[in-house]
């Protein structure tokens, strides 16, 4: 007696090919994206009036306590990076709001001495 095969059901589309490509685009995202650090600590700017962006070149943190920070430097060693600006590029200010105004002005004549010409002062449009 002859048992008649089962016909053969038709083999789908590989997904091997479909998963290769998105792990590539996820790959060349992952490479080709700026990952911003985070801020050194909280800061919030003082509102202003101005719906311009500060370009963020280098950027200055000024804490409430008057604590200083840029990039990796804390303190008094922020004046060593500042020296690496050129004089046409801005030092942008990033200042709590409820830092005085005092200390923003005192410490204008240090920043001028490193070599910084141009600042910005960062704050939240009304």
Do not use: C, W
């Not at 060349?28 to 963020?56: G, N, R, W």
């Not at 950027?59 to 046409?88: I, K, P, W």
């Amino acid at each position: 007696m002859l048992i008649p095969t089962a016909p053969r059901r038709p083999r789908g589309e590989s997904i091997v090919p479909m998963i290769n490509v998105v792990f590539l685009l996820l790959i060349f995202f992952l490479m080709t994206a700026q990952i911003a650090p985070p801020e050194p600590f909280e800061v919030t700017p003082p509102d202003s009036q101005s719906e311009k962006p500060a370009e963020h070149n280098r950027t200055l943190y000024l804490s409430a306590d008057g604590e200083m920070a840029m990039n990796d430097a804390r303190g008094e060693d922020v004046f060593t990076q500042m020296s690496d600006l050129t004089e046409h590029e801005p030092l942008i200010i990033r200042a709590d709001r409820a830092l005085k105004a005092e200390i923003i002005a005192a410490l204008l004549p240090r920043i001028a001495r490193t070599g910084v010409r141009k600042v910005q002062l960062v704050s939240v449009a009304r």
